[in-house]
């Protein structure tokens, strides 16, 4: 850890996969507690605009790249992030490795009913995964759904509240979580439930899964992709000059 590269003041973690589910296995058994959070367009737009958010996003133990954007936004810094790492692909090869070890956690997010089949899609694939529990996202009582969450005790917690809710209540609740690792995940619930399509291959390959979505979910995605990406690049670029890497060498 320690080797990150700064992005409109959020500092990503450069991780390919291997590195990726090493981190999150030593986490699990250091005996400590540890925050896992991502970062894509959308989430490094939203820390630009809000500087609390972009303290929680930095206070993260490991912050990966998730997004082909991201993965452009350092280039154009002249850096480079190894790999782009979605929860709708890491979920799989991470919980045959939880399966294999021991390793247990709980779903909590998504519409009712939601995390639930996530997890049986997941127990159909991996019969000895351990899943302690799940939870649906819409509610109020959080000292509730903690004391839930406690009472299961997951070694691994995905928070699928989406961006910025999932990253404060991370951040409200982590002292009271008994949970080795607490992460938030985004929409990996609906993806994993297959309740929101992924992109065709040919599409994922290519970094045009936002374009998926946006033709899948337009009402809901429009603001995010054709005003988020551009307004990104804009940014990104003003940083690249401003730290003087747009200067002629």
């Known amino acids: 850890m320690g080797d990150r590269v700064e992005i409109l003041g959020v500092k990503v973690d450069r991780l390919d996969s291997r590195g990726f589910e090493e981190q999150i296995e ?28 972009r303290r929680i996003l930095n206070s993260a133990d490991l912050l990966y790249c ?29 919980s045959e490795t939880c399966e294999k070890k021991g390793i247990s956690t709980y779903l909590l997010g998504g519409e009712p009913g939601v995390a639930a089949k996530a997890a049986e899609r997941l127990k159909s694939r991996y019969p000895r995964l351990a899943i302690a529990g799940t939870h649906h996202g819409y509610f109020d009582d959080d000292a509730k759904v903690v004391g839930e969450i406690n009472k ?14 999932q990253e404060r209540w991370i951040e409200n609740n982590f002292a009271v979580l008994d949970v080795a690792v607490v992460w938030g995940v985004g929409a990996l619930v609906d993806f994993v ?25 337009p009402r809901r995605m429009w603001r995010r992709y054709l005003i988020g990406n551009p307004l990104f690049i804009l ?8 730290e003087g890497k747009g200067e002629d060498r």
């Open 152 to 165: 299961r005790k997951p070694d691994i917690l995905f928070v699928g509240l989406g961006t910025p809710l």
């Open 66 to 94: 998730d997004g082909a954007g991201v993965k452009l936004g350092a280039r154009l810094l002249g850096e480079e992030l190894p790999e782009r790492m979605t929860g709708a692909d890491w979920i799989y090869y991470l």
């Open 26 to 53: 030593a986490f699990v058994l250091s005996g400590k507690k540890h925050k896992v959070m991502y970062a894509n367009v959308h989430s490094l737009n939203s820390a630009w605009e809000d500087p609390e958010l």
């Open 193 to 217: 439930a297959e309740k929101v399509p992924r992109a065709p291959r040919w599409m994922l390959d290519h970094g045009m899964e936002w374009l998926f979505r946006l033709m899948v979910e």
């Open 235 to 242: 940014r990104v670029l003003q940083q690249r000059f401003a």
